[in-house]
């Protein structure tokens, strides 16, 4: 395996600390693509007029959220949503190298909240009680705090930040009457 680009790219500490500066380099040239790209769900999301199918995405969250509540309703248990926001969403500046990497898709628009505040107050508006970390997880990023790993999981601060949204909720759920 040492001699394949794939191993080097995920078991080398030296390419893992070089490899994000030089990245960045290279696709801002466009002589390169992302080697974390964005699925086609976040980035239709991420559109200034998203396509089809993330409309229809939305509406089969419902749906199953929907089917989720009744069960939880009929099993006598509290049902809290957590959003998790995407990297880009909630990082202005992982939302600029995104936008960056895609010169040609940029004159289409991209917006980095206005889905993801859409959807927060959509399920609201359902009824839905929603706990939405990411002005949190934005102000972690800027704190210097990455609240994400590199390829968008959330690191420790990110998982701190939704504990800290979860243990009140989870504390009221369970001393409901």
Same mark, same amino acid.
């Given at each position: 395996?040492?001699?394949?680009?794939?191993?080097?790219?995920?078991?080398?500490?030296?390419?893992?600390?070089?490899?994000?500066?030089?990245?960045?380099?290279?696709?801002? *040239?466009?002589?390169?693509?992302?080697?974390?790209?964005?699925?086609?769900?976040?980035?239709?999301?991420?559109?200034?007029?998203?396509?089809?199918?993330?409309?229809?995405? *939305?509406?089969?969250?419902?749906?199953?959220?929907?089917?989720?509540?009744?069960?939880?309703?009929?099993?006598?248990?509290?049902?809290?949503?957590?959003?998790?926001?995407?990297?880009?969403?909630?990082?202005?500046?992982?939302?600029?190298?995104?936008?960056?990497?895609?010169?040609?898709?940029?004159?289409?628009?991209?917006?980095?909240?206005?889905?993801?505040?859409?959807?927060?107050?959509?399920?609201?508006?359902?009824?839905?009680?929603?706990?939405?970390?990411?002005?949190?997880?934005?102000?972690?990023?800027?704190?210097?705090?990455?609240?994400?790993? *590199?390829?968008?999981?959330?690191?420790?601060?990110?998982?701190?930040?939704?504990?800290?949204?979860?243990?009140?909720?989870?504390?009221?759920?369970?001393?409901?009457?």
């Amino acid at each position: 395996g040492v001699l394949r680009p794939a191993y080097w790219l995920g078991a080398s500490s030296a390419v893992q600390l070089v490899l994000p500066g030089l990245e960045e380099r290279l696709v801002r *040239r466009g002589w390169i693509e992302p080697f974390v790209p964005a699925n086609r769900m976040v980035t239709g999301m991420l559109r200034s007029s998203p396509p089809p199918y993330v409309g229809i995405g *939305r509406a089969h969250l419902s749906i199953v959220l929907g089917r989720l509540r009744e069960r939880c309703g009929a099993l006598g248990a509290a049902m809290v949503v957590l959003l998790i926001p995407a990297a880009v969403q909630a990082d202005e500046r992982r939302f600029d190298r995104f936008v960056e990497a895609r010169p040609a898709a940029a004159r289409d628009g991209f917006e980095r909240r206005r889905f993801h505040d859409r959807l927060a107050a959509g399920l609201r508006e359902e009824g839905f009680v929603v706990l939405d970390p990411i002005d949190r997880l934005e102000e972690a990023a800027r704190d210097g705090d990455d609240p994400y790993l *590199r390829e968008g999981h959330w690191s420790a601060a990110g998982h701190a930040v939704a504990a800290d949204l979860l243990v009140p909720a989870v504390a009221r759920a369970l001393h409901r009457d």
